[in-house]
């Protein structure tokens, strides 16, 4: 019968839909509970740029995390303390949605990323 995988893809589907509504709704959530993000994209460079507009945020009073990628990706904290990030696997987008939910757990003022893109 044709009906039985139907109903199972469509379930499936279904089940993939609202998996995907609940990751974007908590993926919100830690972006709201940031004021102020900063994106910094560019092919050359971008590591720097997000080590210098972090480090003036946090001389300026404001609680600031960054992440850069550089050639080993590195966490920022609000002391200015730098974290090599360990992968187990390449770089992902999941990477990033983790760190962001992390930092918004941190109560930042702002967040400086740079784009993992070349």
Request: hydrophobic share 45%; aromatic share 4%; charged share 20%.
């Amino acid at each position: 019968m044709l009906t039985t995988p139907i109903i199972v893809l469509g379930t499936l589907a279904l089940f993939l839909c609202i998996a995907g509504v609940l990751e974007f709704q908590n993926h919100q959530l830690s972006l709201n509970t940031i004021p102020l993000r900063i994106h910094v994209n560019g092919t050359r460079g971008k590591s720097s740029v997000t080590r210098l507009i972090a480090a003036g945020l946090r001389e300026g009073g404001l609680r600031t995390f960054a992440k850069t990628t550089g050639t080993a990706p590195r966490v920022i904290d609000a002391d200015g303390k730098d974290r090599i990030i360990h992968r187990l696997g390449l770089p992902s987008i999941g990477e990033q949605v983790r760190l962001l939910k992390y930092f918004a757990s941190e109560k930042p003022d702002v967040v400086v990323m740079e784009c993992m893109a070349v």
